[in-house]
């Protein structure tokens, strides 16, 4: 099982995607969410700072890398687990099981299952299931992740290696009018779609000449996409809020504010929650796993048995063909013993520990 942990520039990628929210917001499920779409505390006129949001985040993240760790079979690299947990945590962990993400990971096919994540990418607003901009850009960032290598890229020369166009994966492109843009509502933790800019038409590629895209979906009335000048609108009402609490994905603005919160980062973020009537505890530690060290000691101990039986045995003559004793007596056998139990004590630790470092 893998030992990898969250790094940084994974955490900082979930954050920027997940939005960050000072003031807890109502959902249409009727909970409330706040800091980076925590949900499991959040109560009506909680706030929080940035660096509460962040400790409740890796909270959240906790189980999900737990499940990335218990369900991949196949080693991974730093991306590589940095990006499933990213995955995982969005889709879901019981979605992730059951994917064909982990099912290429666990077979050997990494390439295929870095195709695979960018198939999660639709969404369901009102009961319509339609594309979200959003979860696709995610998805990108996530498949870049994961194909990060460590050390030299793979070399494809533009001089040796033609591309073609794989019409298999052409399939998947759907049409500019399928894709929506989810707008945050002012004051509330749902969205509201929008309809994407269509592009001009001679700026769409001939190489979707012919293709069947998927279906286009039909909004309902309330879901009619949301005009210029209703964003215009929207951006107007938001910006109050904005100037307040700056998007989570804005590094300068969000550079700046660590100076401004330093005071508050000294208190403990789950301290926050404590005179709001919610008990949060803190993940207990993981467990230390003592097995190595265990097999590391019989290991020594029953190399020194073996020396130390052969050694005696030696001064007893049974090493020595020419002075060999003729009878065995009790103090030889216990040496035979102790000898015997040392070399099968080296041969089953050492095979055991050269298995679990390969």
């Not at 080693?75 to 099981?97: C, H, K, M, W």
């Not at 290429?104 to 639709?122: F, T």
């Not at 107007?236 to 100037?243: E, G």
Request: charged fraction near 20%; aromatic fraction near 6%; hydrophobic fraction near 45%.
């Amino acid at each position: 099982m893998s030992q990898l942990g969250l790094s940084r520039t994974a955490l900082d990628l979930i954050k920027s995607f997940e939005g960050f929210r000072a003031k807890a917001a109502p959902i249409a499920s009727g909970a409330y969410t706040i800091g980076y779409g925590h949900k499991a505390t959040a109560r009506e006129g909680q706030q929080i700072t940035r660096e509460q949001a962040e400790e409740l985040l890796r909270w959240d993240l906790r189980p999900v890398e737990d499940a990335v760790r218990q369900t991949c079979l196949a080693p991974l690299t730093q991306p590589q687990f940095d990006a499933l947990v990213s995955f995982a945590f969005n889709i879901g962990v019981e979605n992730y099981r059951k994917s064909d993400v982990l099912q290429h990971l666990n077979q050997g096919e990494p390439i295929a299952a870095a195709l695979a994540i960018s198939a999660w990418r639709r969404a369901s607003f009102n009961g319509k299931i339609i594309i979200v901009d959003a979860l696709v850009r995610r998805r990108a960032a996530e498949v870049s992740l994961f194909l990060e290598t460590i050390g030299p890229r793979p070399a494809a020369p533009t001089s040796v290696i033609e591309p073609k166009l794989d019409y298999a994966a052409a399939l998947l492109v759907p049409k500019n009018s399928e894709i929506r843009q989810a707008v945050p509502i002012n004051g509330s933790g749902n969205f509201t779609l929008a309809q994407t800019k269509p592009q001009p038409a001679d700026e769409v590629a001939t190489a979707n000449v012919g293709l069947t895209p998927f279906p286009e979906a039909e909004l309902q009335p309330d879901e009619a996409p949301v005009q210029s000048e209703d964003l215009a609108q929207i951006e107007a009402a938001n910006q109050q809020d904005l100037q307040a609490n700056p998007p989570a994905n804005d590094l300068v603005a969000e550079a700046k504010s660590d100076a401004a919160s330093e005071p508050a980062a000294k208190a403990k973020p789950l301290d926050a929650f404590k005179g709001q009537g919610v008990e949060l505890k803190a993940p207990a530690p993981e467990p230390i796993d003592y097995s190595t060290y265990i097999m590391w000691a019989i290991f020594a101990a029953g190399l020194i048995a073996l020396v130390y039986g052969l050694s005696q045995l030696s001064a007893l003559g049974w090493l020595n063909a020419q002075s060999m004793p003729a009878n065995t007596d009790d103090k030889s056998t216990a040496y035979w013993l102790v000898s015997a139990a040392g070399l099968l004590s080296t041969i089953v630790c050492g095979y055991a520990l050269l298995r679990e470092k390969k």
